[in-house]
């Protein structure tokens, strides 16, 4: 079991930035995958970056150059530093925590999510 607590949500202006920590209670936590997912209202949740655990990172074409995650095991937590945001980049955002278990079985677990808002 892992539980994820995210935070670092808020208003900010057009071109800000704001950083969001997710914390994880339970063990193991670098054989998870970890990402960040948001929704938009009237949107279906999409994935924004994801920190494998292998180390590699993946970003959603609308967020690169732009956000960056990053992940320390030791602590348990995973990072989303966004930067230049955009009135786009509204919704509330989540952390997950993936986990492949065998051939068809997975794992996911969530957080209660972080609402940022991007306006002027």
């Known amino acids: 079991q892992v539980q994820l607590v995210e935070s670092g949500g808020g208003l900010v202006q057009p071109g800000g930035s704001l950083r969001l920590s997710c914390a994880a209670s339970?063990?193991?936590?670098?054989?998870?995958?970890l990402g960040w997912y948001r929704q938009a209202p009237g949107k279906e949740r999409e994935l924004v970056a994801v920190?494998?655990?292998?180390?590699?990172?993946n970003y959603a074409d609308s967020v690169k150059g732009r956000f960056t995650i990053s992940r320390d095991n030791a602590k348990n937590t995973v990072n989303l530093q966004m930067n230049s945001l955009k009135p786009e980049d509204t919704a509330v955002y989540y952390c997950?925590?993936?986990?492949?278990?065998?051939?068809?079985?997975?794992?996911?677990?969530w957080g209660q999510g972080t609402q940022v808002t991007v306006s002027s």
């Open positions: 339970g063990s193991r936590f670098s054989i998870y995958d």
């Open positions: 997950n925590a993936h986990r492949v278990l065998a051939v068809g079985r997975q794992v996911d677990y």
């Open positions: 920190s494998a655990s292998d180390s590699s990172t």
